[in-house]
Each structure stands twice: as structure tokens, then as C-alpha cells.
């Protein structure tokens, strides 16, 4: 059985940090495109940031790129976001996924709220 867990969300003033995690199990991580999507309220799922299976190739959407870094650890088999310089438009359900070919899997989700 696959499993996707992620931590690290909660709470934060504008201009924090947080790390989030997405611990894998029941599948070969080392083999899958990791990746993070958000979902503010009222608002579609977003790709926010996408790491290859070696960890080589990186995207980031616009809105993100210089203050969020996707990483990874294979021996871990856990991906990791780490979000800088956060603001209150970044406050959303964070959701890794893991891809390989057609298959998919979604973990359930870590709330992230940026507010004073």
C-alpha cells in the first residue's frame, strides 16, 4: 500500500520559513518525479514546485521561485519543501505526489496558514 505523508505545515507571520516533509512508503521512491501542488480555498490545485527522480531536473512555478527549494532524499525515500520569505497568498492545503509514467499517487495534505 502506498502511502504519502506530509508534516511541517502550520502557522506562521508573513516573512517566516517553514519545512515541509512528504515521507514515502510502499512504493520505489528513487524512481518516481516527486512534487509539491497547492490548494488555496475556493481556488484550482497549483504545481508548486517538482523534483526528478535524481534529483537533476527542478521546476518551480512563478510565484515561488527564489524563495521555495524542492529537495529530496532517496535513502530517506522523503521530499522535502523548503518555503522562505512566505506570504499570506502562500497559505493553501500543501499536497505531495508522486509520478511515474501514467501512475500517480497523493498524499493527504498539510495545511499551511500565513498571517500575522
Known amino acids: 500500500q502506498v502511502q504519502l505523508v506530509e508534516s511541517g505545515g502550520g502557522l506562521v507571520q508573513p516573512g517566516g520559513s517553514l519545512r515541509l516533509s512528504c515521507a514515502a512508503s510502499?512504493?520505489?521512491?528513487?524512481?518516481?518525479?516527486m512534487s509539491w501542488y497547492r490548494q488555496a480555498p475556493g481556488k484550482e490545485r497549483e504545481l508548486v514546485a517538482a523534483i526528478s527522480s535524481l534529483g537533476g531536473t527542478l521546476n518551480y512555478a512563478e510565484s515561488v521561485k527564489d524563495r521555495f527549494t524542492i529537495s529530496r532524499d532517496n535513502g530517506k525515500n522523503t521530499v522535502y519543501l523548503r518555503m522562505n520569505s512566505l506570504k499570506p497568498e502562500d497559505t493553501a492545503v500543501y499536497y505531495c505526489?508522486?509520478?511515474?509514467?501514467?501512475?500517480?499517487?497523493w498524499g493527504q495534505g498539510t495545511q499551511v496558514t500565513v498571517s500575522s
Open positions: 510502499g512504493l520505489a521512491f528513487s524512481i518516481f518525479t
Open positions: 505526489r508522486a509520478d511515474r509514467h501514467s501512475t500517480n499517487f
